[in-house]
């Protein structure tokens, strides 16, 4: 029974309660958990697969860990001569502070050999540079290319191109599902609320659970309740591509509740579902 004074709540009271009440009803990622997850990344920072490895650093940089992600990658880089693990690498270099390695992205860009310009216009996109803009603006005006042209706009969209957002709005109706789902992926970095509409009437018409995926994880990141349910529940898929995306957006649009969740994928027999799961929750438990 809430105590009166004089016929007004006790103030004291009633924070406690509400404190009690919050802190019961919220997760959180114990240091154990945490130090866990650390050990999950430092190990996949060194391992085999490529683009793991790079996962593990980005989420070393975002834990707040840059220090340990430079002199590995800088070696790496050093020698490394696919073009699109150079954007990887150089990637997530910048990311962890290191801007000199920001030339090696805008080199591969302009290349004669389009090996490499997605993974380049990706990166761009996911540090938020651009340069001058124009390299960026050829290979968006790419239109045989749909995928590298939304990933070129996507860039010059978050510095508040509305052609290119538009560009990219437009390229959710495609009725090629794989250009659609990309359109969606953007549009969790580069969307608003009025998107939302538009992405879960698309999803409506999307068959394979691995495309879905993109569109709930942009919805969740928007922050639509059902789709923060629905990728909650996609951490239990058997394709562990969906778990890692699942496991990532999670994170990404600050779902506390799927802390347990992402506490048991921990445990998952795929490196790069561990390694975002890890991830999302070190980011958690910074929130």
Request: aromatic residues 4%.
């Amino acid at each position: 029974m809430m105590q009166i004074i004089g016929g007004i709540p006790h103030w004291s009271f009633i924070l406690v309660m509400l404190s009690t009440t919050i802190c019961a009803g919220a997760e959180s990622v114990d240091q154990a958990t945490r130090a866990r997850a650390l050990d999950i990344l430092r190990a996949g920072l060194h391992a085999e697969p490529f683009w793991p490895s790079m996962h593990a650093a980005e989420a070393l940089t975002l834990a707040g860990y840059p220090e340990e992600v430079i002199p590995p990658l800088t070696r790496r880089l050093q020698v490394e001569q696919d073009d699109r693990h150079r954007c990887g690498l150089a990637r997530e270099l910048y990311r962890a502070g290191d801007e000199s390695s920001l030339p090696v992205l805008f080199e591969v860009l302009a290349s004669e050999d389009p090996y490499g310009h997605g993974h380049a216009c990706e990166s761009l996109f996911k540090i938020n540079q651009i340069g001058d803009g124009l390299l960026l603006k050829r290979r968006r005006d790419e239109a045989d290319q749909p995928i590298k042209q939304m990933l070129a706009a996507a860039s010059l969209a978050r510095r508040g191109d509305q052609a290119s957002l538009q560009l990219i709005r437009d390229q959710l109706q495609n009725d090629d599902d794989n250009v659609a789902r990309i359109a969606a992926w953007l549009l969790s970095t580069v969307g608003v609320a009025a998107d939302i509409s538009p992405l879960r009437v698309r999803l409506g018409k999307v068959e394979l659970p691995s495309h879905q995926i993109f569109f709930l994880a942009s919805l969740a990141t928007l922050g639509e309740p059902q789709a923060r349910k629905e990728l909650k529940s996609s951490m239990t898929s058997d394709d562990a591509q969906i778990r890692v995306y699942a496991a990532e957006y999670c994170g990404t649009a600050s779902i506390e509740s799927a802390i347990p969740h992402l506490k048991a994928l921990l445990d998952d027999e795929d490196l790069d579902v561990r390694i975002r799961a890890a991830q999302s929750l070190l980011m958690l438990s910074q929130e």
